[in-house]
């Protein structure tokens, strides 16, 4: 795409040629992910509390409860991990501005033998090399030695929000299931509604990824369905036990 706005000339306008492509495929798999542990994990919470008590409060404050901790640590874990991609990216981005201010010359030769690596001839890589380098030298290096993005570094807290935003929008719907409907159904329709959700995420997930959605969404329902029938077995036999 040209400053203009208009598409350059032998690309295609429908293929995504632009930067950051790999970075928001991750944040939609990330976003994928984290709603799918939010309903796997509140929805084994308040069926656990279910096979022990029918009673509305119990359950209410057990799947807040998850609903809020589950979130928290999301967004906590997923700040921490970025914050340190986001330091060492920028780290890395210091250090070769720092080179190509002090050595250019042997910033070039550098540049040229990558492209020679790749199998560009000796003239063919220092022309490449130095047309690059006139019209942005530190994105040239960026991309071929690092695979980095200057203006494509991810925000931690950007992240940490999206990652809170996903399992708790995940974390809603085993709630409503458990609450809304009497209590003689409340158990059955949270399994159906936790299953079709977990069908949808891991289908979505799978497309995301390019993988097989066959074998990506049977792993995912599995999982949940044994994650709910082990929590429900736990809290009808304390609930029976007389424990709670």
Known sequence: MSTDG???PGLHASEPHRGGIAQRLNWLRAGVLGAN????SVAAIVVGVAGATSATGPILTA????LVGG????ALGEYVSVSSQSDSEKALIAKER???RDMPAEELDELTALYRAKG???TTARQVAVELTEHDALAAHLSIELNIDQDDVVSPWHAAAASAAAFTIGAILP?????????DWRIPVTFVAVLVALTITG??????GGSSRRRATLRVVIGGALALVGTYGIGVLLGASGVV
């Open 120 to 122: 560009l001839s000796e």
């Open 6 to 8: 208009t598409t350059e």
């Open 71 to 74: 979130a928290v640590s999301m």
């Open 175 to 183: 709630m409503l299931a458990i609450l809304l409907p009497p209590a």
């Open 98 to 100: 720092a080179e190509l």
């Open 37 to 40: 542990d939010g309903i796997v």
């Open 203 to 208: 289908t979505l997930s799978a497309t995301i």
């Open 63 to 66: 799947g807040v409860a998850g």
